[in-house]
């Protein structure tokens, strides 16, 4: 791993595998990944190039099967930069507003590098991952993950970028590190390719609930109980692979105009039935969830519960203390389910999907 203020180099022999969800407090040993995240968030909190302080946030589970994690936090509705206008899920990138070129170069952690192994760190690949801290917090730890902004990609995955995202999971050995990413049309806020990380320290229903197989050689699984959406898993050896059958599904939905949002946790091997205590809480590979959805044009309206990648997966950042206090798991499920398609859309396209992994 490198030491390089600036970089971080690592390869495949960082990755984390054996990690554990613990009921338990117990002090955890962070990964190199972590201290460099970690450290470099904290200096530049410190150092007040952030928009708010993000002091301890008033968090709460509510009751109900979904063990959704509300928390309040009032300042990012407020001092946010304000999102931009979004209209078209494929809509192009705009050097004339607001991108990541634009930012103060002090809120750039590191950039991300991965070599063959720890031993050819002269010889790695020119593919730079920049990791930016977001100004405008939602947790602990909330940060950009920019493919070489230079490039000035608009905000539709690619298999590199999906990869470093899935690999930044492997590197920390906290399992409350989580990725995500929003499409246009689902409350991205900035068309420049980039995804969300930040360390939330709860676990999420997510994390070990049942799936139903659907294209299993292909690591494709439909979730069970829970919004309709999909679920790949990996585990380190694998994430190449993964990653490209992941990129396969979001290009399609990108080529039929049907917004997305990811969200990337550990999480257990897919299973039908309740897996026994000790198989939940391994925690040794990755589930991505992939939910297509309908499409919110325009600008957020930032004191709603805006749904998008935190939302479906169970986190909820509320930004005004009345729906926070009001917050029920019955009254969000009804707000969330608004947003995503109906189930005879999911099906349909389910199918397509099916067929569409099965030709390779």
């Given at each position: 791993?490198?030491?390089?203020?600036?970089?971080?180099?690592?390869?495949?022999?960082?990755?984390?595998?054996?990690?554990?969800?613990?009921?338990?407090?117990?002090?955890?040993?962070?990964?190199?990944?972590?201290?460099?995240?970690?450290?470099?968030?904290?200096?530049?909190?410190?150092?007040?190039?952030?928009?708010?302080?993000?002091?301890?946030?008033?968090?709460?589970?509510?009751?109900?099967?979904?063990?959704?994690?509300?928390?309040?936090?009032?300042?990012?509705?407020?001092?946010?930069?304000?999102?931009?206008?979004?209209?078209?899920?494929?809509?192009?990138?705009?050097?004339?507003?607001?991108?990541?070129?634009?930012?103060?170069?002090?809120?750039?952690?590191?950039?991300?590098?991965?070599?063959?192994?720890?031993?050819?760190?002269?010889?790695?690949?020119?593919?730079?991952?920049?990791?930016?801290?977001?100004?405008?917090?939602?947790?602990?730890?909330?940060?950009?993950?920019?493919?070489?902004?230079?490039?000035?990609?608009?905000?539709?995955?690619?298999?590199?970028?999906?990869?470093?995202?899935?690999e930044s999971v492997f590197?920390?050995?906290?399992?409350?590190?989580?990725?995500?990413?929003?499409?246009?049309?689902?409350?991205?806020?900035?068309?420049?390719?980039?995804?969300?990380?930040?360390?939330?320290?709860?676990?999420?229903?997510?994390?070990?609930?049942?799936?139903?197989?659907?294209?299993?050689?292909?690591?494709?699984?439909?979730?069970?109980?829970?919004?309709?959406?999909?679920?790949?898993?990996?585990?380190?050896?694998?994430?190449?692979?993964?990653?490209?059958?992941?990129?396969?599904?979001?290009?399609?939905?990108?080529?039929?105009?049907?917004?997305?949002?990811?969200?990337?946790?550990?999480?257990?091997?897919?299973?039908?039935?309740?897996?026994?205590?000790?198989?939940?809480?391994?925690?040794?590979?990755?589930?991505?969830?992939?939910?297509?959805?309908?499409?919110?044009?325009?600008?957020?309206?930032?004191?709603?519960?805006?749904?998008?990648?935190?939302?479906?997966?169970?986190?909820?950042?509320?930004?005004?203390?009345?729906d926070f206090e009001k917050?029920?798991?019955?009254?969000?499920?009804?707000?969330?389910?608004?947003?995503?398609?109906?189930?005879?859309?999911?099906?349909?396209?389910?199918?397509?999907?099916?067929?569409?992994?099965?030709?390779?």
């Amino acid at each position: 791993v490198g030491d390089c203020e600036s970089f971080f180099i690592y390869s495949h022999d960082d990755f984390l595998s054996h990690v554990q969800r613990s009921c338990e407090t117990t002090t955890k040993t962070p990964a190199p990944f972590d201290t460099v995240i970690q450290n470099g968030w904290t200096e530049r909190m410190e150092k007040g190039l952030f928009r708010y302080k993000l002091n301890d946030l008033q968090t709460c589970v509510l009751p109900g099967n979904y063990g959704y994690v509300a928390q309040l936090n009032i300042q990012r509705g407020i001092e946010r930069r304000k999102p931009q206008e979004i209209l078209s899920i494929q809509q192009e990138f705009n050097d004339k507003q607001f991108n990541f070129n634009k930012i103060n170069p002090e809120e750039i952690i590191c950039e991300m590098t991965k070599c063959v192994n720890s031993r050819d760190v002269l010889n790695a690949p020119t593919s730079k991952m920049t990791v930016l801290v977001n100004v405008s917090p939602l947790e602990f730890g909330h940060c950009l993950f920019v493919p070489d902004p230079l490039q000035c990609y608009p905000q539709v995955l690619t298999k590199f970028a999906i990869a470093v995202g899935i690999e930044s999971v492997f590197l920390s050995s906290d399992p409350g590190f989580r990725v995500g990413f929003n499409s246009l049309g689902a409350f991205a806020s900035v068309n420049h390719l980039h995804l969300h990380g930040y360390y939330l320290d709860h676990e999420l229903a997510l994390e070990s609930i049942a799936v139903e197989p659907l294209v299993p050689e292909k690591d494709f699984h439909r979730l069970i109980n829970y919004h309709v959406g999909f679920v790949f898993y990996t585990e380190a050896k694998s994430v190449d692979k993964v990653a490209e059958n992941i990129c396969r599904v979001t290009d399609f939905l990108v080529k039929q105009n049907i917004a997305h949002n990811l969200f990337l946790s550990r999480g257990c091997p897919p299973h039908v039935h309740k897996p026994r205590e000790m198989e939940n809480s391994s925690r040794k590979g990755v589930r991505i969830f992939v939910w297509p959805r309908k499409s919110c044009f325009g600008a957020k309206e930032e004191s709603a519960l805006n749904v998008a990648l935190c939302e479906l997966a169970g986190h909820l950042p509320f930004k005004n203390k009345t729906d926070f206090e009001k917050a029920t798991e019955e009254g969000v499920t009804e707000i969330i389910n608004k947003y995503l398609l109906p189930k005879d859309e999911f099906f349909n396209l389910e199918q397509q999907l099916i067929q569409h992994l099965g030709k390779s």
